[in-house]
Each structure stands twice: as structure tokens, then as C-alpha cells.
């Protein structure tokens, strides 16, 4: 390409860049007065067209002036490079003469680069401000097709800018089919009046109600026909609202005002009135020149209490927030304290200032109270209905109320719910499903009806576990929600028919109690009654064979001591039994307590034919517990097994085994009976319970057992299955053993003290003189009295050593005995020791656990007897001595 060439179109590219910014210019400045609602183009058209021909002269000029030279003064010095001649001083003078035009179209293309860019930049703002506007702002022409939405109207009808400039599109679109028509839009505007105001209501085409106050501006060309409509709306619809309200209280205070029937009054903030209408003079008993005196304050007929609540309702009222509602208890000049209800509207200064209350009022004396009496009433039935509900919770009884048609269940209370599971609501038969027999409901609505009023109807119930209940229904004829209702208290009696079973049951119990307790008594005094008798039998036999030299006596000496001994362990084993002391525990020989126990079952076992066998394990460690007690349990043991052996054929065998091993001695009782089935066995242990027939048995003999053991921190098993017979093991520790005597030093005599003075007191005078022959026979001076009389004279004519008294005497016993000793002789106390058959009396425990007095049990074994006095007798030297040194 040859310089002039590119220097052509260098300035072609030049023209073109001044001739488009004005023409950009030109445009935006018209786009901008149309948005800014210009009527007419035609100004700028005429501007257009002369910056096009200053442009073309411009052009004209600067090719004929500028470039043909610059061409030429170029072509000029490429020719003179090719070695052409030229004339330089030519080129240099068109040069320096074309200067200056060069230097001013450069400054104006600069100026027209500035001024695009601060078009741009102006169109860009105007963008903005229009996109931000909350209004709705759109130019559409007559055929409905839109050439400008903004954000606001997009979102408005939820469409897109693209959507809505879619030559498809129609602004009518936008709109239900009952909004109005667009030819009225249209229509709207004409060359006269090309601006209107209008508010349109309808709906959106989803549906959205909207009204929209538009302004419209018609946009005509130079013959006066409609090109665009512009137009700019905003949502009135709050707005409408307002005014409506407005014109409605507007309205209610001119009929206020004109009808008369409320009261209309202005006030300063400090009570003084500026307005009265006529009821408000009619209501206060004063005239209009009275009320709107200057003296005259309307805050002194308000109490203190409602002065300072309207004084607060005054300081809220602001003049964003004039209007306000109160009521307040008003002291009328009359005297009559009257409710009045007020709607104030405050008037404001300029500066915000409160300086007239406008109010409309009304008494409202007759609702408040009526309102008074009302929640008075409904506070009175709901204490009422706490106190109801307070007290159905409270009762520990079930409490229902139940609709009689129906059912339905109306109430219940928390005991109701939980025994017999029902709850509010429940109707039909979920609501009687209580009732064990619905006959019985429906006898005893029948009585409820016919009464008002039934106690104690006696009715099966299920509770809520599905069990059975024996219940007393206590029910009430009432009214419950406008419907007849049974109110119905139910008291759980299962219990009470249960312990009335048992009452019974106990009572035929008691009476074999104390059919045994009578049989006791019997048997102790005829044991006490054989005691007597046995020391004698016991006494002379052991004296015949240990003093007499015929074989053949000492033989049968033996015999009778013997069979006296066995009668003497049977007496003294139920004697132990029926004895009413407490326990002492010391070292028990469990062997020596089972032969015990045989010995005294031994008649009635062999009169059942029930064969013994025993395997007691030697040696045995001894029991640290009760002797009695454990001889109590071994004979309940054998006792059962006995009667239980009754119910089966022969051969019928009891074994009795015991053993030792880990620190516990364990007994085993078996027999061979009928066993137990598990029903049986499971309560074979609770008190009173027996299978026995009524008079058989009292059902405590293994509770009796089981609590024994328990006290000796043992332990006490049944096994047992019907037809395989009975096996109780009872496991006790062991311990203490060490402190019992051997067997050889237990029996040894100590050694003989000095000859002493005895005197020996009992009635019975076998007794008496078989003691004073043992006595007379270890060296001792014995003397002997009937009675205790006798002895108290003996006692003050002759030194007695020690004497020996029966406790139970006619006319003055052994406690009477001791008391006048302690008056005639104090000392001779400390050398008593008492013979005694009755250890079952209470008085005689009393009596012997309050003096300590020694006392000796008959019968009387005569080894033992003259060891116990030969140590009584040593400790009295003993005391004596000591007495003697000090």
C-alpha cells in the first residue's frame, strides 16, 4: 500500500470517528428528553441535519486544504527519495502552512472523544436511577407492543425484560381478562392532553389483585398521532386504605357530632375543655359555660389512679401515632362514678407538640358492670369447678361422671383413671366396659332414677390389669352439661371381702389357738403337777443305786431312774416349749436336741406306724443359739412329716440325717408322704397358711420354723413335688463351742465344803424329806419346814447356813419368803436357793429376773442337785472369808 494511500484512509477512519459521536450525541440527548417527556423531535432533527452539513463542509474543506497537500508533499519526498527533482523549499512551505489545521482537527476529535464518553456515561446514570426506582415505569405503543420495562414492572407482573420486549409480546398480556380495555388505555391521551392520571384495580394474570395509580404520557409525532405511551404507576393500595379509613371516622365523627348520642370533647393537655357537645353536658349535669370555664378541669373527676393511667395515655400520643383508645372510671360532678370509654386523637404544633385531645365517648357503666357481674360468675364457677376437681382429685376413691344416655364419659378423676383405665370421652361400650354385668349398671340407674340418690350398690368391676374387683358404688342424680349424668364414687372392697375371708379363717384359727394354748395350759400344770412326783422317783432311784450292794436292785434302781429320766426330758422339753421367755443363745448340741424332739414325738409316731431312721455324724460342732427354739423347730419338723406320713400307705418312713461341714451343722427331715404340689409349696412358708382340715392345723408351725432359723442366721429349705414326698434342710452356723464344758468335767463334784446348817422349805414333804436325805447324806444338819411361816421361825431361833425354799407354797410363797427375810434377816437373802416345778408363771419370771435369786427346775436329778448346793455353799465360804480379811 503507497503512503497517500494509507494517509486517505487514515483520514476516512478521522471522519468517521468525529461524524459518530455527534450522531451517539444527537440520539441519546432526543432517547433522554423523551424519557424526560418531551412532546417533540423536531428541535433536534434540525440540529442533526446541520451538524451533518458542517461535517460534509468540513470535510470538503479539509480534503481540498489538508490532506490533498499532505498527499502531495508526501508523494513529493518519496519522489525525492527516488532520486526525482523536486522542489523541498515547496514541501516545506505547504507543511508549515497546513500546520495549524492540522493541530485544530486533532483538538476537535479529542473534544468529540470526551464528550461520547460523558454521554455514555450520563446514559449509564440515567439507567441506574430509572432500575432503581420502586416504581413501575414502561413506554409501550399503540399496538401494545412494549419498548421499555423496568426492574420494578418485571417483578410487578413476574416476567423478564426479554419477555416483555418480545415483539410477541402485548402489554395486555400481563392482565386478567376483566381488567379494562387497551383501547380505553390508549384513548386516555391525546395531543391536547397528553398527560393523565388514573387509578386502575384488577388482577394480574396470576391471579393478584393490585391497584396501581398511573400516570401517562402520550408521545406524538409532528402530525399529532399517538407514537408511545410512557407511563409511571406505584401501588396505592395502602394508601386507598388509609383514606378509607379516614373518610369513615370522618364520617362517624359527624354523625357523632350530629346525632348527638355520644360525647364530643377537646381539651388542652392540662383538662381544659374547648369543646363540649350536648350529651356530654347532659351526662355531667352542666351547662356548656360551665364546663368550658377557664376553672373548670376535666382531670379532677378522675380518681387518682385513673388520673395517672390517662396522663401516661396522653404521653404515648405522638403525631405519627395521634389516635388512641382508652377507658377510665370517671367521678361525675353528680356524685355517680360512671365507665366511660374514649377515642382520642391528639392535635400537634409544628413542632410536635401535643395541644388539643379531640375525644369521642360513651358510658359504659352498664357493660363494664355487666362484664363485672359476668367474670365474677365465671370466677365463682370455676372455683367452683377447682374446688369440684380439687376435691374428685384429692378423694383416694374412684370419681366418674358418665351421661346415662349414650354412654359417654364426661369426667374422671386421676384414681379412676389408673384403676379402672377409662378416660373423658369414651362412649358406647368402651364407656361401660368396666362393668363386670351391665344388668347391675342398669338396676342401679333404674334405683338413681327412681331416687336421685343409691350408696353402697354392690357391683363387679375389671381394672385396668384385667382383674376382678368386689366395688360399692355411691352415685348422685345430676345435671352435666344440660344432660342427665350419673356422678358415681367407687370404692374398691376386694380387700375388705378378702380380709373377711380371711377374718374368718383367722377367727376358726384363733379358736384352735387357744384350744392349743388351753391344751397347754393343761399339760404345763399337769407337767408342773409331775414334776413332784419325778424328783421323788428320780431322787430315791439314783440314792438306791449309789448306796445299795445288791446287783440285782442296782439293776432295777437303773431301770426306774432311767424311765424317770425320759419322762423328766419330756416334761422339761414341753416345758421349754410352752415356756414365754426370752431367748438365750449359748452352745446347743444339735444331736442332743434331735433325740430330744423323737423322744418326745416317739409315742405318736409309733402309734402311726412311721419307721425313724437318724444318721447323726459324731462328733458334731456345736450351735451357738437358742436350745428351745431349735428344739421347737426340729419338733414342728417331725410333727408335720408325721401327720403328712398319715395320708399314705405303709411302709412310712422318717429320716432325720445331720452333718457338718464348712463351719455349718445342716439337718435334713425327710419322709415319704405325698409331697407337695408347686402351688402349695410356694406358700408353705406365709403365716396362717394350711391345707389342713379346719381344726387339723393353724398354718404357723414353718413360719414359726422359718423365723427361728432366720434369728440363728441360718437357713431353712423345702423340696418338695406331689407323690415324691417332703425334704426340709435347715443350715445353721456353728460357733463358740469352746466355751461349753466337756461332758466328764460337767458331771464332777467339787470338792465338799464344810458341814452347813440347812433348812429345807416345801409343802410336799416326799420332796422335803427325799432333799434332806441326799442332803444328811454329804454331811450337812438338815431341817425341814412345811411351810414359810414354819421357816421364818426356825429362822430367828436357830444360824441357818443356807436354805432351800419351794417357790410355790400355800399361804406365804417363795417371793413372800424372800421379802420378809429381807426384813428380818437382809444377809440371809445372798443364802437362799429356790426349788421350783412352774417356770411358766409370769410373775415368777418377774420375780426371779428382779432379785437374781438362783433357782433350781424340777425335777430334781440328785447329782445334779448336790453339785449346785455344794458350789452355792462354797461360794457363800468363799464371800465370807473375803468379808472376814477386809
Not at 399503540?142 to 420495562?149: E, I, L
Not at 380518681?303 to 401515632?321: K, M, N, S
Request: charged share 25%; glycine share 6%; with cysteine.
Amino acid at each position: 500500500m503507497t503512503t497517500s494511500s494509507k494517509l486517505s484512509r487514515h483520514y476516512a477512519s478521522l471522519m468517521a470517528a468525529c461524524v459518530l459521536p455527534l450522531l451517539l450525541l444527537v440520539a441519546g440527548i432526543g432517547l433522554y428528553q423523551s424519557y424526560t417527556l418531551q412532546q417533540s423531535f423536531f428541535p433536534y432533527s434540525i440540529i442533526l441535519v446541520g451538524l451533518l452539513v458542517s461535517a460534509f463542509a468540513l470535510h470538503r474543506m479539509l480534503l481540498r486544504e489538508v490532506v490533498g497537500p499532505a498527499i502531495s508533499l508526501v508523494e513529493h519526498v518519496r519522489s525525492g527519495a527516488a532520486g526525482e527533482s523536486t522542489d523541498p523549499g515547496a514541501a516545506i512551505k505547504t507543511s508549515a502552512l497546513w500546520q495549524p489545521w492540522i493541530d485544530m482537527a486533532s483538538s476537535i476529535f479529542a473534544e468529540n472523544r470526551r464528550a461520547l464518553r460523558e454521554l455514555a456515561d450520563s446514559e449509564q446514570r440515567y439507567r441506574n436511577v430509572v432500575e432503581a426506582q420502586t416504581e413501575y415505569i414502561v413506554r409501550f405503543a399503540p399496538d401494545g407492543r412494549m419498548s421499555f420495562a423496568n426492574d420494578a414492572y418485571c417483578r410487578l407482573v413476574g416476567r423478564t425484560r426479554e419477555e416483555l420486549l418480545s415483539p410477541d409480546w402485548h402489554y395486555f398480556n400481563s392482565f386478567s381478562a376483566d381488567f379494562g380495555s387497551f383501547d380505553e388505555i390508549v384513548g386516555r391521551v391525546i395531543p391536547e392532553r397528553p398527560v393523565c392520571e388514573v387509578e386502575e384495580v384488577g388482577a394480574l394474570s396470576n391471579g393478584r389483585e393490585i391497584l396501581i395509580h398511573w400516570t401517562d404520557r402520550g408521545i406524538f409525532d409532528d402530525s399529532g398521532k399517538l407514537i408511545e405511551i410512557q407511563s409511571i404507576g406505584r401501588d396505592v393500595a395502602e394508601q386507598k386504605l388509609a383514606r378509607q379509613a379516614l373518610e369513615a371516622s370522618e364520617q362517624r365523627y359527624r354523625s357523632v357530632v350530629e346525632l348527638q348520642t355520644e360525647f364530643v370533647v377537646r381539651m388542652s393537655p392540662e383538662g381544659h375543655l374547648s369543646f363540649v357537645n350536648d350529651a356530654y353536658c347532659r351526662a355531667c349535669r352542666m351547662t356548656r359555660e360551665q364546663l368550658l370555664d377557664p376553672s373548670w378541669c376535666e382531670l379532677d373527676v378522675l380518681p387518682p389512679d385513673e388520673r395517672r393511667r390517662f396522663l401516661d395515655h396522653l404521653a404515648r400520643l405522638t403525631p405519627q401515632a395521634p389516635d388512641a383508645s382508652m377507658e377510665l372510671l370517671n367521678a361525675m360532678p353528680d356524685g355517680v362514678r360512671r365507665w366511660l370509654a374514649w377515642n382520642d386523637h391528639g392535635i400537634f404544633d409544628s413542632d410536635g407538640r401535643l395541644v388539643e385531645v379531640q375525644s369521642v365517648g360513651r358510658d359504659i357503666s352498664d357493660r363494664v358492670l355487666a362484664e363485672q357481674a359476668r367474670i365474677e360468675a365465671e370466677k365463682l364457677l370455676a372455683e367452683r369447678e377447682a374446688q369440684f376437681r380439687a376435691i374428685a382429685e384429692g378423694v383416694p376413691l374412684p370419681i366418674t361422671i358418665s351421661a346415662i344416655q349414650g354412654p359417654e364419659i364426661l369426667f374422671v378423676n386421676e384414681p379412676a383413671r389408673r384403676t379402672l383405665g377409662i378416660e373423658v370421652g369414651q362412649t358406647g361400650a368402651e364407656a361401660t366396659s368396666t362393668w363386670e354385668d351391665l344388668s347391675q349398671r342398669d338396676h342401679l340407674l333404674r334405683l338413681l332414677q327412681r331416687d336421685g340418690i343409691v350408696d353402697a350398690f354392690e357391683a363387679g368391676m375389671t381394672n385396668m390389669q384385667g382383674s376382678r374387683m368386689d366395688t360399692l358404688v355411691s352415685a348422685r342424680l345430676i345435671t352435666q352439661a344440660g344432660r342427665s349424668a350419673m356422678l358415681a364414687a367407687v370404692t374398691d372392697i376386694t380387700r375388705q371381702r378378702e380380709a373377711e375371708a380371711e377374718i374368718a379363717r383367722q377367727r376358726e384359727t384363733l379358736y384352735q389357738s387357744e384350744k392349743l394354748s388351753a391344751l397347754g395350759s393343761l399339760l404345763a400344770g399337769v407337767a408342773h403337777e409331775l414334776n413332784n412326783p419325778l424328783s421323788v422317783v428320780i431322787g430315791y432311784s439314783s440314792m438306791l443305786k449309789e448306796f445299795s450292794t445288791d446287783k440285782a436292785t442296782v439293776g432295777r434302781a437303773d431301770k426306774i431312774h432311767a424311765a424317770a429320766e425320759r419322762c423328766s426330758r419330756i416334761v422339761r422339753t414341753f416345758l421349754a416349749m410352752a415356756r414365754k421367755k426370752p431367748p438365750t443363745r449359748g452352745a446347743v448340741d444339735i444331736n442332743e436336741v434331735v433325740v430330744a424332739s423323737l423322744e418326745l414325738a416317739a409315742y405318736s409316731l409309733r402309734s402311726a406306724g412311721v419307721e425313724i431312721r437318724t444318721e447323726l455324724a459324731e462328733p458334731l460342732p456345736n450351735i451357738w443359739g437358742d436350745r428351745d427354739q431349735l428344739h421347737q423347730v426340729i419338733t414342728n419338723l417331725v410333727v408335720n412329716a408325721q401327720q403328712a406320713l398319715l395320708q399314705v400307705p405303709h411302709p412310712r418312713r422318717l429320716t432325720i440325717v445331720t452333718s457338718g461341714e464348712d463351719d455349718a451343722v445342716e439337718i435334713v427331715v425327710a419322709d415319704n408322704g405325698p409331697g407337695m404340689p408347686e402351688t402349695v409349696r410356694a406358700r408353705a412358708f406365709e403365716p396362717f397358711y394350711t391345707t389342713k382340715m379346719a381344726g387339723e392345723g393353724t398354718g404357723v408351725g414353718l413360719s414359726v420354723c422359718q423365723g427361728i432359723v432366720t434369728a440363728h442366721d441360718g437357713s431353712i429349705e423345702l423340696d418338695s413335688t406331689q407323690g415324691g414326698g417332703a425334704r426340709f434342710t435347715v443350715r445353721l452356723p456353728s460357733g463358740r463351742a469352746e466355751i461349753v464344758a466337756p461332758p466328764e468335767a460337767a458331771g464332777k463334784m467339787p470338792p465338799a465344803p464344810s458341814a452347813a446348817r440347812i433348812l429345807v422349805v416345801d409343802d410336799d414333804a416326799d420332796i422335803a424329806s427325799m432333799i434332806a436325805e441326799m442332803l444328811r447324806r454329804d454331811g450337812h444338819d438338815v431341817t425341814i419346814a412345811d411351810d414359810a411361816n414354819a421357816a421364818l421361825k426356825a429362822v430367828r431361833e436357830d444360824g441357818i447356813d443356807l436354805l432351800i425354799s419351794d417357790i410355790r407354797m400355800p399361804g406365804l410363797d417363795g417371793p413372800g419368803l424372800y421379802r420378809a427375810l429381807e426384813q428380818l434377816r437382809p444377809g440371809l437373802t445372798r443364802r437362799l436357793l429356790f426349788v421350783t416345778g412352774d417356770t411358766l408363771a409370769p410373775e415368777i419370771d418377774r420375780f426371779i429376773g428382779e432379785t437374781g435369786a438362783p433357782v433350781i427346775e424340777k425335777p430334781l436329778d440328785p447329782q445334779t442337785f448336790r453339785r449346785l448346793v455344794m458350789e452355792r455353799l462354797r461360794a457363800m465360804e468363799t464371800s465370807a472369808m473375803e468379808e472376814t480379811e477386809a
